[in-house]
Every structure is written in C-alpha cells, then in structure tokens.
C-alpha cells in the first residue's frame, strides 16, 4: 500500500487573558517566586474566564489554524481533541467543537493522554490521512487544568495553567511531514499522576469533595525522574525510526512541564537552548496544550521555515510519552 505523505498546513493557538503571576501565588500558598522560577522556570500561567470552558479554547485556536491551512471547516473530515478537562464527560469536547465550528461532515472524539494527548492526536489522525481514508483532519490539544488545580497545593497550584493549541494536518509534498512517531505508556505508573474522583470508581459524592479528590494528585520528584527519562528516550527513538541523528534536529519541541527537564532533554540530545522552543515561563504547563502552542508560537514567531526538522516530545500521565520527528 502507497502511503501518502503527512504533514502540518496550519497551526493556531489561543491563551486566556488572564494572567496568573507567581507574585499573585505568594498571597494564595507558602511559596515565593524566587523558589518557583528557579524549580520550574515559570513566571505566569493564564487562567480561563468565568464561564469560559475548554472547547471555547478549541474554538478560538481551531479558526486560526483553519485560516491559515486554507481550509474552511467544512471541509474537516476528522476533529480529535486530546484533553484531560472536557466540558463535560459526554458527550465529547470534539464534538461540542464541531457543533461550534460547523465542521458537519467530520467525526469527532476526545483522547485521553494527558501532557501525550497531542502528539497521541496527530500519530491518530495521519494515520487516517496517508491511508487515504481522510484528507483533512483537525488536531487539539486543550486543557482548562485551573478547574482540577487544588489552589491550597503548593506542590502542584504553581506549575498548571490554562490554553488549546490546534493543527491542520493533511496530503504535502513527500520530503515534508511526519517521518516517525514514538507513542508508549506504563500504566504501572499510573498512581504517581490522578484524579480519582468524578469516574466510576469514586463518583461525585460528598465524600469525594471533603477528601479533594476531584483535584489532581502528583507525586512530583517520582514524576520528575520519569520524565528526564523519557523525554531523552522518546526523541531518540523517534529520530532512530525517521533515521534522523541528534546533529539534524532544527528544532526541539518539548512538553513545556519545568525547565529542568527540558534542559536535561537539551543535554541528551547535545542541543543548545536556542534549537529550543520555550515558553513555559509565560504559560506555565497547559498539559495537551503545551506542545501544539509552543508550535503555534514558533510558526508565528518564523522559527521554522519549510524543510526545517523538528522534534515534537511530551510526556504525562497515565504514564504515557509521546514524540514525533517531521519536517516543516
Ligand atoms: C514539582 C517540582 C517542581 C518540585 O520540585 P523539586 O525540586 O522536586 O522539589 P521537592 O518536591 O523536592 O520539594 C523541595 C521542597 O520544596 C517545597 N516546596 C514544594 N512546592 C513548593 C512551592 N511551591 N514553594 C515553595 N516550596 C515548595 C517542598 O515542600 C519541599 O520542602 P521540604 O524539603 O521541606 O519537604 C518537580 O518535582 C517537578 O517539576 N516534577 C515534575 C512535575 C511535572 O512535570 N508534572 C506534570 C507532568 S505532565
């Protein structure tokens, strides 16, 4: 079978407007912002409005990327929506977008991958593309992560914020697109990253809300040693399978979680922090959200230019990782 190559034809990303700053954390938990840069390297997060839900994040990015692609959403054959914070349990936040944008002949479903959504999400849907059974598929990574963030929790309240990022994908010229895709998980560290409650194991209950479980739960050092671990991993077997070396990476695309690991990335794969998209210290981790905005951001910013190898790597919960080697 002949496979068709592909790649991204548009990106978009929308953040909230309000900003979060470490300053404002100072009067919420025992914590300072000397402590949180230096930990994490974050700043400011943004913080979704009142009333302002995920698939309204997905909505604003999803009309950037379809301008820029050129495509109208009409047009869309597939929307996945890789998040942890849905609207709702169901029905789907890909298909509330889809009543949103109009995208009438596109099926739609959420993915559950946590911070690996994104990169989960378009390994999904080139699939569908380069078999032929689609030709424009729609992928989002959106997370509203204040509504889960426990704001007593010093050790996670600093590190979450809010934002979607969507890409475009579909048929380009056969040197371009996606070379490999590195997707893995260890459900056996399942434990170390959770909500327990409001799924069928702990339904809402007021038990459920007296023992904060509808908040996340992190055990961070156990989480931190897992994703130096990974991350490094994960890109180089991504490299290996589009038979790229560490020296042909243009530019890096991490999951933007803390600083430390994305540098410990940088030192595994011997890349100076320029070959590095970083946004983190602006917009903290917005889970599936940090690799297709840090994207976003870097086609905004003319970062990338056609031909250009990139590295897409992200790791979270479930445990799951995730990565991509493409060329722009
Ligand atoms: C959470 C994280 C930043 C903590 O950094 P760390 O250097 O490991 O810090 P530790 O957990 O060892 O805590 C060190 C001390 O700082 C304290 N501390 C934790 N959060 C704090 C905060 N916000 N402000 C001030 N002190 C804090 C701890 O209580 C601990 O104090 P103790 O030694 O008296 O017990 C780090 O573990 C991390 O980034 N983990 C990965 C998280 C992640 O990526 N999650 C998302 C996955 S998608």
């Not at 992560?145 to 600093?158: A, E, M, Q, V």
């Not at 990022?165 to 070379?179: C, D, L, M, N, T």
């Not at 917005?286 to 056609?306: F, H, N, T, W, Y």
Request: charged share 20%; aromatic share 8%.
């Amino acid at each position: 079978m002949n496979l068709i190559p592909v790649g991204v034809l548009g990106t978009g990303k929308y953040v909230p407007e309000r900003i979060l700053t470490n300053q404002e954390l100072e009067t919420m938990v025992e914590t300072n912002d000397e402590w949180i840069v230096s930990r994490t390297g974050i700043r400011e997060r943004r913080i979704v409005a009142e009333g302002q839900v995920t698939s309204d994040l997905c909505y604003e990015a999803s009309m950037i990327a379809l301008s820029n692609a050129g495509i109208t959403a009409d047009q869309l054959d597939l929307i996945i929506v890789a998040t942890v914070t849905p609207d709702m349990t169901f029905p789907s936040t890909a298909c509330v977008l889809q009543e949103k944008l109009g995208a009438m002949k596109a099926a739609a479903f959420d993915l559950s991958a946590a911070c690996s959504g994104f990169v989960y999400g378009l390994a999904n849907a080139s699939n569908f593309i380069a078999t032929g059974t689609y030709k424009y598929a729609l992928v989002i990574g959106a997370d509203s992560l204040s509504k889960i963030t426990d704001y007593t929790d010093r050790n996670t309240c600093i590190l979450f914020g809010d934002g979607a990022g969507a890409v475009v994908i579909g048929e380009v010229p056969e040197h371009r697109g996606f070379k490999s895709f590195e997707l893995g998980a260890d459900g056996t560290g399942g434990p170390l990253l959770k909500i327990e409650g409001g799924g069928s194991r702990n339904p809402a209950s007021q038990a459920t809300i007296d023992q904060r479980l509808h908040y996340i739960y992190m055990a961070g050092a156990e989480v931190f040693k897992f994703a130096v671990r990974i991350m490094g991993n994960a890109a180089d077997e991504a490299l290996r399978k589009a038979g790229w070396e560490k020296t042909d990476i243009d530019l890096l695309v991490p999951h933007q979680a803390n600083m430390r690991i994305i540098q410990s990335s940088l030192n595994r794969l011997e890349l100076s922090v320029d070959k590095c998209m970083i946004n983190l210290d602006k917009y903290g981790n917005m889970s599936a959200a940090s690799i297709p905005v840090a994207l976003a951001e870097a086609a905004e910013q003319g970062r990338v230019k056609e031909g250009d190898r990139l590295v897409l790597v992200g790791f979270g919960g479930g445990l799951t990782w995730g990565a991509t080697a493409m060329v722009w």
